[in-house]
């Protein structure tokens, strides 16, 4: 491998093969591509364990100031908690299930335009959200981190397995949680729940769009709170795949608070990893945290 020190700006492109596509023909095209255009070094690993992860790229990533991931949004997710406080710009070659940061980014498919995206994108400065010391760009309560918890412990195995973890987890849309959600001090919701939704972007996973109105440079996190029934849950639904507005109205907000009023725990998942479930959590906006590599 070539000595990284010996350039200006050392690139270096980390791919994680335990992300669902990463060794498809598609993305070891686009790394081969993006490796050339960058004069990169290459590291690669495969792990399905957040603090591998993490541990690995905290080994590697000193000498580099261009920092591409292969992986998923969880994999980038690692990534900018790594990275944060560093002079580096982040670039994402997407290879996981939901990528829904290559959504945000504006990242074209074919290997060849997104290796020129990485090559000669725009870095810009973005918020994202501190879930209790996690940074993330997007997070989640409720329903949608059983779903996150079950996909990964069953092996995330893609479509199917995201089939298999939604159908799993029916059972819980059936019992919602009581909670109270405050957002910088003031009450906004106190009841039940299904899922709430806490950002810097609009996008969840596959490109819906489950928070329209999040925005990367407000210096706000926005904030959905989806109470159901399932009914009306599976009705939002249909509105996130149509690109439409949802029902439940947006909240924007430097911090929030969501507490228990039931002796059930809250799940929450970041970048679509579960993080873990308790009575209550902090989640508020880190301005500008992370640098992104994008079509801005």
């Not at 690139?11 to 591509?33: D, K, M, P, Q, Y």
């Not at 819906?208 to 639904?237: C, K, Q």
Request: net charge positive; proline share 5%; glycine share 10%.
């Amino acid at each position: 491998m070539r000595a990284a020190m010996t350039r200006d700006r050392p690139a270096a492109i980390f791919v994680n093969e335990g992300a669902g596509s990463a060794r498809s023909g598609h993305v070891r095209r686009t790394v081969e591509l993006a490796r050339v255009a960058l004069d990169a070094d290459l590291h690669v690993t495969d792990t399905r364990s957040p603090d591998e992860l993490r541990g690995w790229l905290e080994e590697r990533v000193a000498p580099y100031r261009t920092v591409i991931i292969a992986g998923g949004d969880g994999s980038l997710g690692i990534a900018f908690n790594v990275l944060y406080g560093r002079d580096a710009s982040i670039g994402y070659i997407p290879a996981g299930f939901g990528n829904a940061t290559a959504h945000l980014l504006q990242l074209p498919r074919q290997p060849e335009a997104l290796a020129d995206v990485l090559a000669n994108g725009t870095a810009r400065s973005v918020d994202l959200v501190r879930v209790d010391g996690r940074l993330a760009l997007f997070a989640g309560a409720g329903w949608d981190a059983v779903v996150a918890g079950r996909y990964a412990s069953a092996g995330a195995k893609r479509l199917r397995g995201w089939a298999s973890a939604v159908a799993g987890s029916i059972g819980e849309l059936m019992r919602r949680r009581a909670v109270r959600v405050e957002a910088d001090g003031a009450l906004v919701h106190e009841g039940p729940m299904e899922l709430l939704v806490a950002s810097t972007t609009p996008f969840y996973g596959r490109g819906l769009r489950v928070n329209p109105g999040a925005r990367p440079d407000r210096g706000r996190i926005t904030m959905r709170v989806y109470t159901g029934p399932i009914h009306r849950l599976a009705a939002e639904a249909v509105r996130w795949a149509a690109a439409a507005t949802p029902n439940a109205a947006p909240v924007h907000a430097t911090s929030a608070v969501i507490t228990a009023l039931d002796a059930r725990g809250i799940p929450v998942q970041a970048d679509g990893d579960l993080i873990g479930e308790r009575a209550e959590w902090r989640l508020e906006v880190a301005p500008a945290a992370a640098r992104l590599i994008g079509r801005w």
